[in-house]
């Protein structure tokens, strides 16, 4: 498909179309504890934080960063011991046991911020009448407010106050409204059930340090 020069996903398509890799494609393993292959989570949570661009404000590039940085704490252990890192599960067992937790805390903070991304789109599809700042300060008191110091909430409550109106963000997704919304339902409940499965899991004994 060819995208217009005005656009940035294809022709009658929708931002999704434009992910490397989407969390509907990510095979949860659901015979092995819910094993989540980490290469394909990874690649979709990096395909997500470009989710932020669509934001449109410089006021999200901590967001962004901030996710971005525990995406690549959880892949240098990965590309360290790859036999061992095949899932995400299997990844932070096998870091814990050598008495390091950096990528173990990279992946509690990734999935915190994909938790608040999910929240934030959901508050907002399911109240269509919320202007996005709104959805993004509910979101982020819900999850990532409990755990930030005094100096980094200012920087996190600027994002917030700086979304775009709803009606241009979802502009710019798609023309397509309808698709916007059906596709983004399929994306956001896979995000949201791998969100789920890996905070059970990081909240189990074995994965703490």
């Not at 009658?12 to 394909?40: E, R, Y």
């Not at 661009?53 to 967001?63: I, R, W, Y």
């Not at 252990?77 to 096998?94: D, G, I």
């Not at 600027?158 to 963000?169: E, I, N, Q, W």
């Amino acid at each position: 498909m060819s995208i217009p020069a005005n656009s940035s996903y294809p022709a009658g398509g929708t931002w999704f179309d434009t992910l490397h890799k989407s969390f509907v494609d990510v095979a949860v393993d659901a015979q092995n504890d819910n094993a989540i292959p980490t290469s394909d989570f990874l690649e979709a949570a990096e395909s997500l934080t470009t989710l932020f661009d669509k934001l449109g404000s410089v006021a999200f590039s901590p967001v962004k960063s901030d996710m971005v940085g525990n995406i690549k704490k959880v892949r240098d252990r990965q590309l360290a011991a790859p036999s061992e890192s095949e899932t995400l599960q299997s990844l932070v067992l096998n870091e814990l046991k050598t008495k390091k937790h950096t990528a173990t805390e990279g992946l509690l903070w990734l999935v915190r911020g994909l938790d608040f991304t999910s929240q934030a789109i959901r508050h907002n599809i399911s109240n269509p009448s919320e202007e996005l700042s709104t959805s993004f300060r509910h979101a982020y008191g819900n999850t990532l407010k409990p755990h930030h110091s005094f100096m980094i909430k200012p920087i996190f409550s600027a994002a917030m106050s700086a979304t775009p109106y709803r009606k241009d963000f979802y502009a710019k997704l798609g023309d397509d409204q309808a698709k916007v919304d059906s596709t983004s339902q399929v994306w956001l409940g896979a995000l949201e059930k791998q969100v789920g499965i890996l905070k059970e899991f990081l909240g189990r004994k074995e994965a703490k340090w």
